[in-house]
């Protein structure tokens, strides 16, 4: 089942502007990730956050956990026009099933 | 490391027709595969869940004798719509996880128009 919901669901920037895309969910969580694709293509897989992790750094991209909340947050910073995509959040609680939210399509214009 | 190849890429076919999309993991043995299908700017929807050797446990809502999956190796899965009509045309992608792994590797998908 879909637990995942992002916020927002579009968003439109320009180049070397920051992107903060947030994700909540409802249940409990092993971890959670962030992906992203490609109109039309398959999936990217970002970065994984563990429920035990309260921020991860990878380049340009940082993840929050907030698992009080039930929240993250993944920021893009200095975005590039190549960055733009749709980024979901996946959230896995067990099994390895992966949860997916609707996701933010992310626009970045020069 | 960890590629996941799907193929066909796109198919078109009549209704009434059935449709074979496999699903191999290239360099590595997946002992788990999933197959999610995705509608048009929305999210991934998971189907079913399939281990090597054994029948797969499909999502509730999504029938298993419409939604064939058979995982007879540990590189190959393959999901053939059967009697295919046009409400099934959608993005069907899979992916592959080993039991060291804590992600799935996602193949590139399979675009199905049902005609």
């Known amino acids: 089942s879909q637990q995942g919901e992002e916020d927002p669901q579009a968003l439109s920037i320009q180049e070397g502007e920051n992107a903060t895309m947030n994700c909540s969910y409802k249940?409990?969580?092993?971890?959670l990730q962030w992906y992203r694709q490609n109109s039309g293509r398959g999936l990217v897989h970002l970065i994984l956050?563990?429920?035990?992790?309260r921020e991860k750094h990878s380049g340009r991209l940082r993840v929050t956990l907030d698992t009080s909340k039930k929240s993250s947050s993944l920021l893009i910073t200095a975005s590039r026009a190549a960055d733009t995509a749709s980024y979901f959040c996946a959230t896995e609680n067990s099994g390895y099933a992966l949860n997916f939210g609707k996701g933010t399509s992310l626009l970045v214009t020069p | 490391g960890a590629v996941v190849s799907q193929h066909p890429s796109w198919v078109i076919c009549k209704s009434g027709t059935s449709v074979k999309i496999e699903c191999r993991s290239l360099d590595f043995q997946a002992t788990t595969m999933f197959w999610y299908r995705q509608f048009p700017k929305q999210s991934l929807m998971l189907m079913a869940t399939s281990n090597e050797g054994s029948k797969a446990t499909y999502e509730q809502g999504v029938e298993k004798d419409k939604f064939l999956i058979n995982h007879a190796s540990l590189t190959l899965s393959t999901l053939t719509v059967t009697s295919a009509h046009p409400e099934d045309s959608s993005f069907y992608i899979c992916?592959?996880?080993?039991?060291?792994?804590?992600?799935?590797?996602f193949g590139p998908g399979t675009r199905l128009t049902v005609l």
């Open positions: 249940t409990s969580i092993n971890n």
């Open positions: 956050i563990r429920s035990n992790e």
């Open positions: 992916s592959a996880t080993t039991s060291s792994a804590d992600t799935q590797y």
